[in-house]
Each structure stands twice: as C-alpha cells, then as structure tokens.
C-alpha cells in the first residue's frame, strides 16, 4: 500500500522566512498529489495539486510545490512566511484512480513568530 | 455556497451508547468519505463510498458502520462506542475525476467517549 512521509513534525519559523516542508510518498505508479493546510480550530482546505504537466505547481496563499519523480517527493515552498501561516499541513496522494482515496501524510506542524 | 456539513461539532458521549454523525454536501459529488485525525497518525480512512448504495471500508472501519441512501448525505454510526473511538472526525466528498479533485471537507466532528 502507498504511504506518505512527512518528516518534519514541528518547523518554527520567524516571519519573512523562507519555508520548504518536505513529503515523500511510497509508490512507483502515477500519481495525484495534494497539500491541504488545516488552520488552528478548521478544517482542511487545498493549498495546491498536482496530476500531470509542469512539476512546479502554484497555489492559494503564494504557497508552490515541485514534483519530483525521481525522489518520489513534493515539497511545499513558500519564500516569505508570515504569522497568519501558522497551521498544520498534510501532503496527500492519490494513486488509485477510479477510487477517489486520498492517502495523507502525518502532517507537519508549523508556527511563525512575529 | 458549496459545502460539506457535519453535524454535530462537538460531542460527548459515554461508552456503548449508540451515536450518529451526519454529513450532507450540496455539490452534487458522487464520492464521500470519513476520515478521523489522530495526533501524530494524520488522517486516516474509515469509510467511503463511490455513489448511492457503494460504500466499502477503509484503512480502519472496525467500529464504525456506515449508509447511502441518498447522494448528499452519508452518516458514520458508531453502533457501541469505546473510548479509543475518541477522535476528530471529518467528512469529506469529491467529484469522481480519477483522483485530480481533491476533496472538500466538512467542518469537523471532536468526539469523546468516556
């Protein structure tokens, strides 16, 4: 079965900085990637995904993320965090298409120090 | 708006006593989905389901039992609740597109069981 890797459990950062979250997934086929971001109290909302084409994907927020195939990783990048960032973020994959699963990662818990 | 909506937010119940989250998405989304959060476990899947009457388990289904009568709601029954039961549980729903949507989530449920 795949499974999602996010190796940085807490990431504190001041603001200004620049932030990569790593995520690795376990799977050789084709896949669909996601990065959700879950505010203090919410639910989860999509920052970005990717299934196909440029690797370097942009979303909401000024967040991007680069697919890359041969390292099996999609690491989420922002180059100036500010406080209003700090959150809690899973990357997602989906490798079973026709099944609408998302797999997620254990999540990677970020804090921004004004 | 587009939304998931789960019902309750917040509840506390004792060990045993049969209980009922629901889940409604006005989107029109043939697949939905439960999920529960764990600290340092991420989300992981309960139940899901691709349209009307399919529903199939997840990674962790024991416990819970789930329903699709209708398109728009998809309720997870906990027949007898136990306190490792205690989590937060999220909805989730999702056009079937071969993965690419991603899914949108309800509010969230934070369940005790004591």
């Known amino acids: 079965a795949q499974s999602v890797s996010q190796h940085n459990h807490h990431v504190i950062l001041s603001e200004a900085a620049s932030l990569e979250l790593g995520c690795n997934y376990s799977?050789?086929?084709?896949?669909?990637l996601f990065w959700y971001v879950q505010y203090p109290g919410q639910h989860l909302q999509l920052l970005l995904k990717?299934?196909?084409?440029?690797?370097l994907v942009k979303g909401i927020k000024g967040f991007e993320a680069e697919f890359i195939k041969s390292k099996f990783s999609f690491n989420l990048r922002k180059p100036s965090v500010q406080w209003s960032d700090t959150a809690e973020y899973f990357c997602a994959v989906n490798t079973n298409f026709g099944n609408e699963k998302l797999t997620f990662g254990t999540g990677t818990r970020l804090t921004i120090i004004p | 708006e587009a939304q998931v909506t789960q019902n309750p937010r917040y509840l506390i119940t004792v060990t045993g006593k049969k209980l009922t989250v629901t889940c409604s998405q006005n989107?029109?989304?043939?697949?939905m989905s439960w999920y529960r959060q764990d600290p340092g476990l991420g989300l992981r899947q309960i139940y899901y389901s691709m349209n009307v009457e399919v529903t199939d388990k997840g990674d962790v289904p024991e416990g819970y039992k789930v329903s699709r009568k209708e398109k728009r709601n998809f309720p997870l029954i906990l027949e007898s609740p136990s306190p490792n039961q205690t989590s937060l549980y999220f909805c989730?729903?999702?056009?079937?597109?071969?993965?690419?949507?991603?899914?949108?989530f309800g509010s969230g449920t934070r369940l005790t069981v004591v």
């Open positions: 989107m029109n989304h043939e697949y």
């Open positions: 990717y299934f196909s084409g440029d690797p």
């Open positions: 799977y050789g086929g084709t896949v669909n």
């Open positions: 989730a729903s999702s056009l079937t597109t071969g993965g690419r949507y991603g899914y949108t």
